[in-house]
């Protein structure tokens, strides 16, 4: 047998082989020097923002200033139109932090404002003509933690009337307090709205959750898993808008003889209640409830 053919073939395949090596070394290494040409003609092109400058942060509501923020370069890829340049440095000074921002955040429009928002700014909407009624009650009566600013009742007032008969009436008939008098109930308010909420503190509840909206999100889980902030939002009093015949309507109830309010809840149908205001806060302080149960 003639082994000659095989003895010549063995040598081109190796030669073939490394030509093939060779020539993949030489992509590899071009490849590389493109990527990394690109990378750092990336890093070149930033693009200067504003970002958060004192380690604390910055508290909500502060006015800002060359102490509290900073230039700072990003990647052009990773700035977005909301972002605030550098350049609007002078437009940005005196405004307000809409919320408690970190150390090193990059300042986004959103999340600065012109003035501080009213506290209660409901009552600077309030119909001239309109006033406010303060109602207590019992919370567990009305639907707990169901019934929230925003959501719209049925009040019924139920008081003493002398009875028709007086003390010619029935002898055997049962008085819930004498012979002479019975007990009737009318519709106070057919559709009333609550505008906010009282707590054992008198203070609004309303006001309570959005002071803890404003929170940083570490700060915000430890107040809201407290005692104190599940107290603080648990009701004793109602703030209701109302006409002045409505509430004088009110007042000549009031002072009746054993009179009592009952609260009724209506549909949500075409309420603006904070829970759909604050879904995200709400869910939370459902979960952490139920985890103290």
């Known amino acids: 047998m003639d082994l000659s053919g095989l003895k010549n073939a063995a040598p081109n395949r190796q030669l073939f082989k490394r030509g093939a090596a060779l020539l993949f070394s030489l ?18 092109d930033v693009v200067a923002v504003l970002r958060v400058k ?25 700035y977005t139109d909301d972002m605030v340049l550098a350049e609007d440095l002078d437009e940005v000074k005196g405004k307000l932090t809409a919320n408690f921002l970190r150390k090193n955040t990059v300042l986004y429009k959103d999340q600065l404002i012109d003035e501080k ?9 309030v119909q001239d003509d309109n006033e406010v009624l303060t109602l207590p009650y019992n919370f567990l009566e009305v639907g707990g933690d169901i019934l929230m600013p925003g959501d719209r009742v049925r009040i019924r007032v139920t008081y003493d009337v002398d009875s028709a008969g007086g003390s010619g009436g029935n002898p055997n008939a049962v008085y819930s307090q004498s012979p002479n008098k019975v007990k009737k109930t009318e519709v106070l308010f057919d559709s009333i709205v609550v505008k906010d909420m009282l707590n054992v503190n008198s203070h609004s509840i309303y006001e309570v959750y959005k002071e803890v909206q ?5 700060k915000k889980q ?24 409505q509430i004088n309507k009110f ?3 009031k002072g009746l003889d054993g009179n009592s309010f009952l609260i009724t809840i209506l549909s949500r149908k075409d309420s603006d209640v904070i829970v759909d205001q604050l879904p995200t806060l709400e869910k939370e302080v459902e979960s952490w409830i139920g985890s103290d149960e």
């Open 27 to 44: 992509i590899i290494i071009v490849v590389s020097y493109l990527a990394i040409t690109k990378a750092s003609k990336d890093a070149n």
């Open 54 to 78: 004192p380690s604390e942060g910055i508290p909500a509501f502060a006015q800002l200033n060359d102490n509290l923020i900073e230039k700072y370069s990003i990647i052009r890829k990773e």
């Open 117 to 125: 928002p009213q506290k209660n700014e409901w009552l600077y909407q």
């Open 214 to 218: 404003k929170l940083d999100e570490n």
């Open 222 to 245: 430890d107040v809201m898993k407290s005692k104190e902030f599940l107290k603080n939002i648990q009701p004793r009093a109602l703030l209701l808008e109302g006409t002045t015949e």
């Open 251 to 253: 007042a000549k109830y």
